[in-house]
């Protein structure tokens, strides 16, 4: 039986539920974050301020040249180059230009025999594309000329020699999109060096930002990509086939010349209905682009109207031939959005018991819509599944006791902090209610922080807790930041004592130190902290510089604070620390662009 590689992912999204195999997501009643706060214009700066931070630019521009670890010196260098530059633009392309070098020379430097050099790939290929980055604001043959100066020197022989050549196309590509604001001419050279390895997904997104700053240029990078198309043998590469559809789709005349789309698209649907659907892997071709009929339909209807019927009965033959499995999530889904509870009823009877709670949820769920509470817990009883039984019914019984409170965002966040199991789960729901009362109710905003560092008080020291501290330093930011700072103090004492015994087991546990300083790079869970503790007193710099400064010069190490001092600057600026990276469960995780890791 054939099973499409994408099985209507987009197709569980309902009105009232979202579901999955196996489990119940939590619907947006009471239980998920709250949405963040309508994005503020940053306050202006006032002239002392930023005469203090620009003053500090300079005496850390002193500093970084000492660092050793070259991770530390490099970041630190590019850092203050972006900081420097529109007040010193000789020193700043000094400071870049040495950063670059030192790069080029860790990659040219790695040894792709060794056990760990992804990870050491994966900290470099940070480092190097936040430093691309940053050139690319200011000078787009720079950051080109960098580009080619740090490339990796893996090739297709190596282990990661195909998943580097994905990840430098893509990188190039979202270099071209920065460029492409000031030197749409130099992007247009990096997009077509993409477009010589073949057809991404990337270059076709690419396109619509080279339009808005030269069509021109868009157009004929669009006719070569379509010639690459052609050229090629969609029939054998169902990625290329797929991308092809995503270019019919996101670029369309007028941006798009129409003689060359139309002949895109008759050529894409002579090969589409060529596809065998009833073979592998044909099959799968066929279903995924199955899916993109609906938004396909009306370009076909427009540019190739002689191929409509025939499309419309193809999508039919597909549509015949869905995975059971797939038909009734497509039903469900369509029943969902026009349908009633009891055609979803009904759908029950039609499929084996192992699928009908699915089936339940959705009924149940649309019952709650339509405002019948009662009726939804009475459907969700026939759930088999205990576990998701009572997950149902206990937001079906929120949902009822919420709207018994009149919808009293305060007794509501009281209520379930106190059924919480955990301390973390307390404090994110008192946070979660104050983060959403701070605009219309600061009083009863401030008492939920109040009561989540009461229950903080009592809890015992763990990775948990230390999180949470933070957390709540950060809701008072807004609402009252003398407890920012008040919260934030004893948590420094505590960093410095942590980091002191994790020196002591530098290589017992894991690798803390690189020539002798501290990483900043993230990777376990007390440089996680630790980042997370350089984000939030960064914030604290637009309100209260001096500090802010104060509290950072409380930290111990002198490489750990010159690199909190640089990200202190930049957030009271206007900029913001280390954007391209993010630290998930303790690892790394790196940008789409920089997924390099090989399938066992």
Not at 151 to 157: L, M, T, V
Not at 312 to 323: A, F, P, Q, V, Y
Not at 531 to 551: E, I, K, P, Q, W
Not at 578 to 589: D, H, S
Request: aromatic fraction near 6%; proline fraction near 5%.
């Amino acid at each position: 039986m054939l099973r499409p590689k994408v099985l209507f992912l987009t197709l569980l999204v309902f009105s009232g539920a979202a579901i999955c195999q196996g489990q119940v997501t939590v619907t947006p009643i009471v239980n998920t974050p709250a949405p963040p706060p309508p994005t503020e214009q940053p306050t202006k700066l006032d002239p002392e301020t930023e005469k203090k931070a620009l003053d500090l630019v300079e005496t850390l521009a002193d500093q970084v040249v000492n660092l050793h670890a070259p991770a530390n010196r490099i970041h630190a260098e590019f850092q203050v180059a972006d900081l420097l530059w529109p007040r010193d633009e000789k020193r700043a392309r000094n400071l870049l230009t040495a950063a670059v070098s030192q790069l080029a020379s860790q990659i040219s430097d790695l040894d792709y025999s060794d056990p760990e050099v992804y990870n050491e790939i994966t900290r470099l290929s940070a480092l190097r594309q936040d430093l691309l980055m940053r050139i690319a604001r200011h000078d787009g043959d720079m950051a080109i000329d960098a580009l080619n100066r740090t490339r990796f020197q893996g090739d297709n022989r190596s282990r990661y020699g195909n998943a580097m050549a994905s990840s430098e196309a893509n990188l190039e590509l979202t270099l071209a999109r920065v460029i492409a604001a000031t030197n749409p001419e130099a992007a247009l050279k990096l997009a077509r060096s993409s477009l010589s390895r073949g057809v991404s997904i990337s270059l076709i997104q690419f396109l619509p930002a080279l339009y808005q700053k030269d069509a021109k240029a868009a157009q004929s990078l669009y006719q070569e990509i379509v010639a690459r198309i052609k050229n090629d043998d969609v029939a054998r590469n169902p990625e290329l086939a797929s991308n092809a559809w995503g270019l019919l789709i996101s670029f369309q005349p007028p941006q798009a010349d129409e003689d060359t789309y139309r002949d895109l698209l008759t050529s894409m649907l002579s090969y589409l209905f060529s596809l065998n659907h009833q073979t592998q892997p044909d099959g799968n071709a066929a279903h995924n682009m199955f899916l993109a009929t609906d938004r396909i339909m009306p370009l076909v209807e427009k540019y190739a109207p002689a191929r409509a019927t025939e499309l419309r009965e193809w999508s039919r033959g597909i549509e015949k031939n869905l995975d059971p499995n797939a038909r009734m999530y497509e039903e469900i889904r369509s029943l969902t959005d026009k349908g009633s509870v009891d055609d979803l009823l009904g759908l029950a009877a039609k499929y084996p018991p192992e699928f009908q709670s699915l089936i339940y949820q959705s009924a149940a769920w649309k019952a709650v819509s339509n405002g019948d509470t009662a009726r939804g817990k009475e459907i969700a009883e026939k759930i088999s599944d205990p576990v998701q039984r009572r997950q149902v019914m206990d937001q079906l019984d929120n949902l009822a006791t919420r709207k018994a409170e009149g919808d009293n965002k305060i007794v509501e966040a009281r209520r379930l902090s106190e059924k919480a199991t955990s301390i973390a789960r307390k404090i994110d729901i008192l946070l979660q209610a104050a983060t959403s009362l701070a605009a219309t109710d600061k009083k009863a905003a401030l008492d939920l922080l109040s009561e989540a560092k009461s229950v903080l008080a009592s809890a015992t020291q763990s990775g948990a807790e230390l999180n949470a501290q933070l957390q709540l330093a950060q809701a008072y930011l807004r609402l009252d930041p003398d407890q920012a700072f008040g919260v934030l103090q004893p948590l420094l004492v505590r960093t410095n004592e942590m980091v002191a015994a994790a020196v002591v087991l530098d290589g017992v546990d894991y690798r803390y130190l690189r020539d002798g300083e501290w990483l900043m790079q993230g990777g376990n869970a007390l440089s996680n902290l630790i980042l997370s503790l350089n984000r939030v007193l960064s914030t604290l710099g637009r309100v209260d510089f001096d500090r802010a400064r104060t509290l950072a010069d409380q930290i111990s190490r002198p490489e750990m604070r010159v690199m909190m001092e640089i990200d202190l600057v930049q957030t009271t600026l206007g900029g913001g620390p280390n954007p391209n990276q993010m630290i998930i469960n303790g690892r790394i995780v790196m940008p789409q662009n920089y997924d390099l890791r090989v399938p066992e």
